[in-house]
């Protein structure tokens, strides 16, 4: 066996690692950079106070049906809808109905890299929403009742008070989320897009070795997620040492 | 300079605020006690709409700032507010923590208004801690730095929530001092305290609450010495000052 695997190295190193580790690292930063624009939108979506029909309850009714539609928030509700959904549905499905489903209804020419990169940034998107979400209302209330005792508006306490100190519990977060997604993106290779996976199957198809194969593209993703994971580490330390 | 009209709140089912008039006048002294519960730090918060009301009327400098119109962020800053757990801001130096509403709001170039954050810095001795990161202070240290930080938007009242409730006793004196100077230099206050010596040395008007509403009100002599509500007279028998 270990000769077997000596060999396919030989041979297949530039599949592994210039096609496999590549685009395995193409498709988690594509997902996490715009999982992580996505999410930050739907987090501020879900936490805004948008409320169109706020000014139908005139006597400030506590309860019943009016109480509720004049805190009904539709941004907020779409954004939680969306996030249950993805959360709550497999990863694979989704991709299949990015991949199959969505062409049909958008019609734009794009190959299948395009679609799986779009279903896990719409994926990645709902959980670093939540990250967005726990990070900001991890920090203490009174923080942002300061700011607005001081006259700053809504914005500017977001902005100068709260976010940079919800950034130091969401970055490390998101380090994490990478980590995941790395992981998750091997599942594209139900749509041979080249990633890690993908070269098993191209290997295996050749050489019919896949014990010896999936050690070597085992290998590579605890050699890509254990650095990972030390980076988030050494970067979190230093975020509490400050 | 601040009067409420029949001011009412309730948090679901409890009623904390029971109809509020109240009328404070430039460079008063304002100091509200009460057993907890009895609806002090909500109050103090309605009157800069850190806690909306549901009705009654706020008026600040005349303008009725309950009012949807009104654009609050304009009247919050000539209301500055010290809360019980100093809410400094641990992002920022002690400096930064001074200018920063001054530059954002009021727009004020950066070394201008740091000029002016290390004078009052040094009022409340904190310059030599200027560059320091504001988690380093002490409580005692923090709560000075808050009411610094307040002062620095140049308010025409400062609003106290128990400025000394979250402090260690040996730290309760130096705020205290802080206060007490301001107080002397003509800055209306409103101060909910549970610190009756105080309450009783610094005060114009003393204002007892409870359950709601106003119980009494007076002159400190009035209601330390001779309080007529036997509610007043019941809660000050079981304080120590």
């Known amino acids: 066996m270990i000769e077997n695997i000596i060999m396919l190295i030989k041979q297949y190193w530039h599949v592994f690692l210039l096609e496999g580790l590549r685009y395995t690292l193409i498709l988690s930063a594509i997902a996490v950079f715009f999982g992580v624009l996505f999410g930050a939108f739907i987090a501020f979506g879900r936490m805004s106070d948008i409320r169109p029909f706020k000014k139908i309850n005139k006597n400030k009714k506590k309860k019943g049906f009016i109480h509720w539609l004049a805190n009904f928030n539709p941004v907020s509700w779409l954004c939680s809808v969306y996030t249950e959904v993805i959360r709550g549905t497999p990863l694979l499905l989704q991709l299949y109905l990015f991949v199959f489903g969505l062409p049909k209804v958008i019609p734009i020419e794009a190959d299948y890299f395009f679609w799986v990169s779009l279903a896990l940034a719409c994926n990645s998107a709902a959980y670093v929403s939540e990250l967005f979400r726990s990070g900001i209302q991890a920090v203490d209330k009174g923080q942002s009742e300061a700011a607005r005792s001081l006259g700053m508006n809504k914005s500017q306490t977001m902005l100068k008070v709260i976010m940079p100190q919800a950034i130091k519990n969401i970055l490390p977060a998101i380090g994490n989320e990478f980590i995941a997604i790395v992981k998750e993106t091997s599942m594209a290779s139900t749509f041979f897009v080249g990633e890690l996976m993908t070269s098993y199957l191209k290997v295996n198809g050749v050489e019919y070795l896949a014990l010896e194969i999936l050690i070597i593209v085992g290998a590579i993703y605890l050699a890509l997620t254990f650095t990972l994971s030390k980076i988030v580490l050494a970067y979190e330390r230093r975020l509490n040492s400050k | ?241």
Do not use: W
Request: net charge negative; with cysteine; aromatic share 6%.
């Open chain 2, 1 to 241: 300079m601040i009067k409420t009209v029949d001011l009412y709140k309730s948090f679901g089912e409890l009623q904390v605020l029971k109809g509020i008039n109240e009328h404070i006048a430039p460079q008063e002294v304002v100091s509200i006690i009460g057993p907890s519960g009895g609806g002090k730090s909500t109050f103090l918060r309605c009157l800069n709409m850190l806690e909306t009301p549901d009705s009654g009327q706020i008026f600040f400098e005349g303008v009725d700032i309950t009012s949807e119109k009104v654009d609050i962020d304009l009247h919050r800053q000539k209301m500055g507010m010290v809360f019980q757990h100093f809410n400094v801001f641990p992002h920022l130096s002690v400096l930064e923590n001074v200018t920063l509403a001054p530059t954002v709001v009021k727009k004020i170039a950066k070394n201008e208004a740091a000029e002016q954050a290390m004078e009052l810095l040094n009022r409340v001795g904190l310059a030599e801690k200027a560059n320091e990161s504001a988690t380093s202070l002490s409580g005692g240290q923090k709560q000075r730095l808050a009411i610094v930080r307040a002062l620095a938007m140049e308010p025409d009242v400062m609003l106290f929530d128990e400025p000394t409730s979250a402090l260690d006793p040996e730290m309760v004196g130096e705020v205290l001092e802080v206060i007490k100077d301001l107080v002397k230099g003509g800055m209306t206050s409103v101060i909910v305290t549970h610190e009756m010596g105080f309450a009783k040395e610094v005060s114009d008007r003393v204002v007892f609450m409870d359950g709601g509403i106003i119980a009494e009100e007076g002159t400190p002599d009035e209601v330390f010495n001779n309080p007529q509500n036997p509610r007043t007279k019941d809660f000050l028998s079981k304080v120590l000052y």
